[in-house]
């Protein structure tokens, strides 16, 4: 029985030097994977690497006062009484 094509032999075989193949696929999965464990990281260790001031609210403090100083003499308002804008007090 004759062969159609014969099989190389295993101890011939020539070592090839292979072209790269550029894939993007690769790329993205160590991207996700790297993201992901990034954000795990700052969800369950993030307080502790950084400093977070929710509520803290700063500004410059103002100052009102009169030019001159003065006494009250009299004062019209009652307690509980409404106050509307431009009344004279």
Known sequence: ?????????LDRLKTEIRARKHSFSKWIYIAAVTT??????????????????EGLITQEQHIIATHYATSIEEL???VGGKIEEGQIV
């Open 36 to 53: 992901l464990i990034i954000w795990f990281l700052d969800m369950f260790f993030g307080e502790y690497v950084y400093f977070k001031a």
């Open 1 to 9: 029985m004759k062969h159609i094509r014969k099989r190389p032999r």
């Open 76 to 78: 019209y308002v009652e």
